[in-house]
């Protein structure tokens, strides 16, 4: 079992980056593929990124391609989600993810 807990939302403008960061506790974190995932108001939690147990193997929504950069450092039982050109409708609770275990979420918000 893995616990999770997100940190570094906030608020920033369009245009602007932000990186969370994931701190897991518990069991082996290196044994788990990790992912983060979003939830906008009023809309059904969505797949943002995830990345393998190895860390060399990433995949991303195609909303965030290319602007999102997901990452793990398992020495530092911590996960990475790096924002650059974020969007209005990048606006959302982000939850970490591994296994069954969910972080308690960090909001983003993106202003026009």
């Known amino acids: 079992q893995v616990q999770l807990v997100e940190s570094g939302g906030g608020l920033v403008q369009a245009g602007g980056s932000l990186r969370l960061s994931c701190a897991a506790s518990g069991r082996t974190f290196s044994n788990y593929d990790l992912g983060w995932f979003r939830q906008a108001p009023g809309k059904e939690r969505e797949f943002v990124a995830r990345i393998l147990w190895s860390g060399g193997v990433t995949y991303y929504a195609d909303s965030v391609k290319g602007r999102f950069t997901i990452s793990r450092d398992n020495a530092k039982n911590t996960l990475y989600l790096q924002m650059n050109s974020l969007k209005p409708e990048d606006t959302a609770v982000y939850y970490c993810?591994?296994?069954?275990?969910w972080g308690q979420g960090t909001q983003v918000t993106v202003s026009s």
């Open positions: 993810n591994g296994g069954s275990e």
